[in-house]
Nanobody
Framework: QVQLVESGGGLVQAGDSLRLSCVAS????????MGWFRQAPGKERDFVAT????????NYADSVKGRFTITRDNAKNTVFLQMNSLKPEDTGVYYC???????????????WGQGTQVTVSS
């Protein structure tokens, strides 16, 4: 059983930065591709970023390219999402996910955290 716990969300102003963390337990972390997704109120859960097992490969949604950076520390079982130049449209609940396939599709991720709220005011 894989447990994922996100942290680092909060209320910030447009242009600010936040760093989200997701710690995994109950597994060999390096076996999994890790992803970040977000869900705005009344909308579906959308892909944000993904990172390969080793961390060498990353992929981002067009809406966050150049502003967000996903990294991982396999020794600490942790994946990060550095979010810079935040915009009000970045508001939502951010979820980390673990899966076996390097993909932007949510269906390939087997394990999900509970989410952390990010609110960006204008």
């Amino acid at each position: 059983q894989v447990q994922l716990v996100e942290s680092g969300g909060g209320l910030v102003q447009a242009g600010d930065s936040l760093r989200l963390s997701c710690v995994a337990s109950g597994t060999t972390f390096s076996r999994y591709v890790m992803g970040w997704f977000r869900q705005a109120p009344g909308k579906e859960r959308d892909f944000v970023a993904t990172i390969s097992h080793s961390g060498r490969n990353t992929n981002y949604a067009d809406s966050v390219k150049g502003r967000f950076t996903i990294t991982r520390d396999n020794a600490k079982n942790t994946v990060f999402l550095q979010m810079n130049s935040l915009k009000p449209e970045d508001t939502g609940v951010y979820y980390c996910a673990a899966g076996g396939t390097y993909s932007s599709g949510s269906s390939v991720y087997d394990y999900w955290g509970q989410g952390t709220q990010v609110t960006v005011s204008s």
